[in-house]
């Protein structure tokens, strides 16, 4: 299967899986998660990465082992042996049956099945990009990170080649970009207020004029650390998609990363907003 991002996002409004879909007795960041999440209409999965102490790759948010495994423990600290044998807890701390996959298990089951973007992917950048290559899916990766010197620096290091967003809240940061050894084909925005001019019509416009794409944010994260203004998950989720989903749709966004795929795609579909051509 080939993949070119560009050409995929002209086609359609692609919809990004945070960690997949999760709820209920599903824990995200696992392989149910992202199967729900693709059958939901997810064109891309987001995930979260982990090292053992004994240096194996697994699916997991660091520093998240109380809330999800009820593990006082650092994974980082223990051995893979012991961390394969750990099982997620569900919203009531409930154990399921649910446990850690590695990095190349993940890979090699969504192998030409879909965009996957491994988030802060800088904490390990040399086994991570030797596992894509070593699997041979580098231009099934999205990579994104802010244009700071030291991150650009480990992109041209070893994901050159790889799709690469960068993650900017003011424009002016592109022009960090100059002169870069980089497949750069748009940028990640986050804004407080929805008047912001990288969420402008007139910016994206100007984006896609020059051939990149533009990724926007509808998940919250934490409701004090506000990224995409009130366009958010939990606004369409609580009766009003039009000024969530709609808007980021209709100011031309080519991804939104959402908690809600399926109801997202339904929206959107609904609507007439997610085939773009």
Known sequence: MKFNLRE???RNMMLVAHRGFWGGNIPCNTVPAFDTALRHGADMIEIDLDRTADGKLVIFHPGMEQALLGFSES???????????????NIDNVPTQFGIPTFDEILERYKD??????????????????????HGMADQMVVKAKPKKEMLDIVEEFCADMPYMAIISDEKELELLKGRRLNFVGSEVLFREDTARVASAEFIKERHDKGEIVWCNSIVYN????????????????????????WIAD???????????????????????????
């Open 75 to 89: 994974i980082e600290r223990l051995p893979f042996d012991f961390v394969k044998q750990l099982r997620y807890i």
């Open 223 to 246: 409701y004090r650390t506000v990224i995409a203004a009130d366009r958010t998950d939990d606004r369409a989720m609580c009766g009003d998609p039009e000024g969530s989903w709609g």
């Open 113 to 134: 099945k879909c965009y996957i973007n491994v988030d802060k992917f800088w904490t390990h950048p040399r086994e991570i990009s030797d596992a894509i290559r070593a």
């Open 251 to 277: 100011r031309g966004f080519d991804l939104m990363q959402t908690d809600m795929v399926l109801e997202a795609a339904l929206f959107l579909e609904k609507t007439g907003r997610r085939k773009r051509r």
């Open 8 to 10: 995929d996002a002209a």
